[in-house]
């Protein structure tokens, strides 16, 4: 058989079910690929050992009606696993093991996957490079010296070089979509609330979402499917029925209106970001959709209220990181304050400590109105902008970022340049709604480049159906020299 | 209670000086479990054997509001004839402390569950109404030991998390007497209501007490000063005077009273500060992305509403009418649930003006002089009830009635049971008093002649004499009417 781990999440599935072959081999074959690497950097935490031991368990007993039965599946470092260290790319978190699993990880257990591997990740998922972990940079498999995007860059990375059939991320501002559109891959950030933030390290409350990242929008359907559901646990988790989006997935969007935002041509932004947007709007015409221009009015003011947003809850979230019950303590210190003092200085790296003091400062007292307030006022209306051309589209399409995977220390030093890359993945966020990136293309550099489609909120059946049409017309195959292996 | 009547100024050199306090009384909810958690909220457990994970804040933990505690804060409001707020929102305020696991508490800031109410105070010169500004409800933090350990401060978590009233008054009370009768009142509102025990040994019920005081006749408010978290009524009164007495001397000698945080040493019986204006925490507060904000439904006050129990003002005016009590003994036995219930206990089936004049007499001598509640009592309602009933049968003498309750409130036998073993029956046998009369009479002509000479004096003689003669037995009634009758 050729090599399984580059089949996809739906194939593989597929061949589990008609017992064409055992989860045992599937998942040798990914450690295997596991192992060859020496140079990406996208696991924190190997669980081949005992991946193998739920392999050999599954195929004494198999149970194929689930929606992922025998899968191995690495998860991004901050998803909480039971007895498996959860380091949310952090020296603070670098030995703890949590005694609970997160109601995501917990709900693809029970579609009959397992645990491979934790994967690396921003500092606390603040980043877009995966230059901030503590555990080191990941490096993009598209090239040697470029990023995977962040803050899900060891999900990207681990995919897109066939070291895990499918993943899960986080997205607060892009952390999904970003490092998919950099890889090749495909990335959902579902709307608020669809899937359960129980048991993931929290970086900004209101806009953390986990998500699928896949090889397909087909995988990226049935990953969905498996993760969705209400949580009682999390007081913002939406109480709604399943959907069986795999199922009902279909390319046949004839009808559908597709709003072109002329709030996302930004200046300087490369040709090609627009030739693939231009590419974009022609394909989805050629399938039978409507485009119409729409306005997102208050676009331009997305990225700095992001950056009150989520630094304000961040330096909240990350107030119990002090030493006392759990996680890195400073032995330095002679009294409570200088044991915070320390514990908190040496434990958090620089981005992290960049945003808490952000945060810290937009929510002061004498600065509360001027920053926070403003910034809640804005992300309405952004969301308002949403609603309003949601009333004349079914969906939105823009480029997913403003440039293809830069190098790494690229835009290090500068936080700016750095934050400016979610620029088109951050409204969506403030909205709450959902949107995917998908491949769409490549730069001159044949770096990929994806397409993000924006949907109403809990409309994610028909955003996949979208996505799955384009994704057909586009037929974008990603052809990689596997040069992070040692014996080429 | 003080009989005083005059109104409480403090003497200063210069004058007198009003005091103007308003109370944050923290109430813990009677609620089986925490806030956000399911842990228990049991006093007296082992330390840290009744913390959740979420309790101590662990990654990735959310809390769930207790939809119990919801109650409990609306039927509280209720009671306080206040506002109930259809919205809410619960926010952050950080701060750090070892015994704070997330690094901020979870309260209520601009949104309360309840606005504005009144609580009715009953004074000696009449009845005063108190403002409510608001209640709110709150997580508790954990407890920190300094003492165990010379080097090493020790944290229970058992209270972490646990529910809180912050019930806020209007500056409106003017001296400690007042204050008194406020947290008394306010206290038997809530243990009328079943949502707070208002048990001040196990920390149920503490208040912050803002102190200011001005020239008698000023009408504005002094700067004032708040003293933290004093734990009994008696320390309350006595961290006012000596504030009060604090402030009027800096005053007078021309200084200014900065407005600070004190504290009450009961040892030493004087506030001390403990920070300034200046070095006040900026607890940073906004709306916790965690929680949704609280929507209340109106049909759920109604039902609330609905349901509560008579409250102390009412009562009070349902026995004087009932009962023909005065306001004076009304009050008294209303003042705590525990005392009406056995005040209508007994006066169910026995004569009103007994039961009310034994229970207010000797039973409450009895319950001062061994230091325990109505409800410790040895002599319960239904014993009460007998001991009055033989009274008003005729069994035993309102005086030999006295001796049997000084047994039954140390044994708490029932008084058929005493009066049997101590034969102290009533002789009520018309015949067998005859014969003992008839004695009398023999035995003492003289006195006979003296009193039928018109010395009506003497029948309390006659009466005397029946009386050592049955050794205290013989019904009095009966007594009178043979001799009446004898004597002619």
Redesign the interface.
């Known amino acids: 058989m050729s090599d399984i781990s580059k089949k996809s999440l739906t194939e593989i599935v597929k061949l589990i079910k008609k017992k064409e072959i055992k989860s045992e081999e599937l998942t040798q074959s990914f450690i295997k690929n596991i192992n060859n690497d020496k140079k990406l950097n996208s696991f924190i935490t190997n669980c081949s050992e005992n991946a193998l031991k739920k392999a050999q368990n599954f195929d004494k007993s198999p149970k194929l009606e689930t929606l992922l039965p025998g899968i191995p599946i690495a998860v991004k470092d901050l998803f909480c696993t039971k007895g498996v260290r959860t380091t949310a790319g952090s020296k603070m978190l670098e030995n703890f093991i949590p005694s609970y699993e997160s109601t995501i990880t917990n709900n693809l257990w029970n579609e009959g996957a397992f645990l491979l591997g934790k994967l690396n990740c921003d500092e606390y998922a603040m980043g877009s490079s995966n230059e901030t972990s503590y555990f080191g940079n990941v490096l993009n498999p598209i090239a040697e010296n470029t990023v995977p995007g962040g803050s899900s860059g060891g999900s990207a990375s681990a995919l897109a070089a066939d070291l895990t059939p499918t993943t899960i991320g986080t997205d607060t501002g892009g952390s999904i979509r970003q490092p998919a559109s950099f890889t090749g891959t495909v990335g959902l950030k579902p709307t608020y609330g669809l899937c359960s933030r129980w048991g993931i390290v929290a970086f900004a409350s209101s806009l953390d979402q986990a998500g699928p990242m896949t090889k397909t929008v087909q995988d990226c359907a049935l990953m969905l499917e498996a993760m969705a559901g209400f949580d009682k646990k999390d007081s913002t988790s939406i109480n709604k029925k399943k959907e069986n989006y795999s199922k009902n997935l279909t390319e046949n969007i004839k009808g559908l209106k597709i709003g072109i935002p002329k709030e996302y041509r930004v200046d300087g932004m490369p040709k090609e970001i627009d030739r693939l947007w231009e590419n974009g709007k022609k394909i989805l015409k050629d399938s039978g959709a409507e485009i119409i221009d729409i306005s997102l009015s208050n676009t331009k003011y997305a990225l700095p209220t992001y950056y009150i947003v989520a630094p304000a809850e961040a330096s909240s979230n990350l107030a119990r990181y002090d030493g006392v019950k759990y996680g890195f303590r400073s032995t330095k210190g002679n009294n409570l304050i200088e044991m915070y003092e320390n514990t908190r200085s040496e434990g958090f790296g620089d981005e992290v400590k960049r945003r808490i003091l952000i945060g810290t400062y937009v929510l002061s007292s004498g600065y509360y109105d001027a920053y926070y307030l403003k910034a809640q006022k804005v992300r309405q209306m952004i969301k308002n902008d949403f609603d309003q051309s949601f009333e004349k589209v079914d969906a939105i399409l823009t480029p997913a970022t403003p440039t293809s995977a830069f190098k790494i220390g690229e835009k290090k030093d500068d936080p700016i340049s750095m934050y400016l890359n979610d620029i088109f993945t951050v409204p969506v966020n403030l909205a709450g709604i959902p949107a995917i990136s998908i491949p769409a293309g490549v730069d001159n550099n044949n770096y990929p480049l994806g397409l993000q489609l924006i949907g109403k909120p809990l409309d994610e059946q028909k955003l996949l159906n979208i996505a799955y049409a384009v994704e057909k017309k586009i037929n974008f195959k990603q052809s990689l020299n596997r040069w992070w292996e040692n014996n080429v | 209670m003080s009989k005083e009547t005059k109104k409480y100024l403090v003497e200063g050199e210069k004058g007198q000086w009003e005091v103007v306090i308003g109370l944050e009384v923290h109430a813990q909810i009677t609620s089986k479990s925490k806030l956000f958690s399911g842990s228990s909220t049991k006093f007296g457990a082992e330390p840290n054997t009744q913390v959740s ?1 979420v309790d ?10 207790n939809e119990f505690c919801i109650h409990q804060a609306i039927k509280t409001g209720l009671g306080l004839n206040a506002k109930i707020n259809t919205y809410s929102v619960f926010d ?1 305020k ?1 701060y ?3 015994d704070l ?4 508490q979870i309260s209520q800031y601009k949104n309360p569950i309840v606005g504005e109410g009144e609580i009715i105070l009953d004074l000696p010169n009449g009845s005063k109404k108190i403002g409510i500004e608001r209640l709110h409800l709150e997580q508790d933090a954990g407890k920190s030991i300094h003492d165990l350990d010379l080097s090493n ?1 020790f ?1 229970d978590l058992n209270r972490s998390g646990v529910a809180l009233m912050e019930i806020v008054s209007k500056p409106d009370l003017r001296s400690p007497d007042e204050v008194n009768v406020y947290v008394k009142k306010l206290r038997s509102i809530m243990r009328y209501l079943g949502t707070c025990d208002g048990n001040m040994q196990e920390g149920s019920l503490r208040a912050d007490v803002n102190v200011s005081v001005r020239k008698e006749g000023d009408t504005k408010l002094g700067t004032r000063c708040e003293i933290k978290n004093v734990n009994s009524i008696k320390f309350m009164q006595m961290a006012i005077s000596y504030e009060a007495q604090r402030q009027v001397e800096l005053l007078e000698s021309g200084k200014k009273i900065s407005q600070e945080t004190r504290l009450f040493d009961t040892k030493k019986n004087e506030t001390r500060s403990m920070r300034s204006k200046e070095n006040a925490h ?1 607890y ?3 709306p916790d ?4 904000p609280l929507n209340i439904d109106k049909n759920l006050i109604e039902k609330i509403k609905k349901s509560l129990p008579e409250l102390p003002d009412q009562k009070k005016e349902r026995f004087i009418n009932e009962y023909s009590l005065n306001s004076y003994e009304a009050n008294i036995l209303v003042s705590e649930k525990e005392i009406s219930d056995y005040f209508e206990e007994v006066v169910k089936n026995s004569d009103k003006k007994l039961a009310k004049n034994w229970i207010m007499g000797d039973l409450f001598a009895s319950l001062n002089e061994k230091n325990i509640s109505i409800s410790e009592s040895p002599v319960t309602s239904n014993k009460m009830a007998q001991l009055i009933d033989t009274i008003s049968s005729g069994v035993i003498s309102g005086r030999t009635a006295k001796e049997v309750f000084e047994i039954m409130k140390e044994t708490g036998d029932e008084p058929k049971k005493i009066i049997e073993s101590k034969g102290l029956q009533q002789k009520s046998d018309p015949k067998e008093l005859e014969k003992i009369i008839d004695k009398i009479i023999l035995d003492n002509k003289d006195t006979v002649a003296q009193y039928k000479s018109g010395k009506d004096k003497l029948f309390g003689f006659f009466v005397g004499q029946a009386m050592k003669v049955s050794g205290g037995k013989a019904n009095p009634q009966l007594v009178n009417e043979i001799l009446k009758q004898k004597l002619k």
């Not at chain 2, 804040?57 to 769930?64: Q, W």
């Not at chain 2, 696991?101 to 901020?104: D, E, L, N, R």
């Open positions: 994970l101590s804040a662990f990654p990735g933990m959310l809390p769930v509001i952050r950080n750090f402390y070892a696991p997330q690094g901020y401060t944290v900026d940073r507060y906004f992305p965690d929680l949704l």
